[in-house]
């Protein structure tokens, strides 16, 4: 896995932990919390992981602890990119996420643009909607560097699902300019806070 420190350097580390794999996603928008951005939600299947769901769990009655977060390329040419959370408080504890761009790049580019993320257990099935009141931890993200690399990936990666789908390169390259650019519009879209 390629770590991108927050100068951009190139660096490299080995992990021994594997990902915890993403059960199902959402987002979530309030007016009071992320100035009513949509903030996304990823369900960790937490199946193979209790230390996770008992770390969401303890984290409604203790006060907010520290998170260290860390973007990554996955160096198994999947082309896929990782987030590694580190916690410190109220327990200490690693999560790896791993996101494949093509099916949720849109999720990533949300969580980098966002500054958030929230984080639920659950098993392979589960959905948001089935259970909002389930416990969730809200994360704020800092820019790391990732940011300007993400630009590039995220276009490549639209670049070549538009080939894929038999568009001319050139072609391609306004349909990735276009589809990033209406994503955006509508991810900027803001839930305003109702009067008290």
Known sequence: ?????KRLRKTFRKLNQRPVPIAADAAIAAGF???GRLIPLLI????????????IRIHQYVRAGDVQSQWATIEDGSGDIGLLLIF????????????D??????LVDQIIRTKGLYIQAGRT???????TERPKVILELP??????????????????QFKRMGLRRSDAKTAASSYIGEWRKFSDLRIKSLPS
């Open 88 to 99: 410190e408080k109220p327990v200490a504890l690693t999560v790896l996420i791993v996101f």
């Open 143 to 160: 820019d790391t560097g990732f940011g300007r690399a993400w630009e590039e990936i995220f276009y490549n990666s639209a670049l070549r």
């Open 1 to 5: 896995m390629k770590i991108w420190p």
């Open 44 to 55: 960790l299947d937490t199946t193979e992981r209790p230390d996770i769901e008992e770390f």
């Open 33 to 35: 919390i992320g100035e």
């Open 125 to 131: 099935g589960d959905r948001f909607i089935h259970d």
């Open 101 to 106: 761009i093509a099916a949720r790049g849109v």
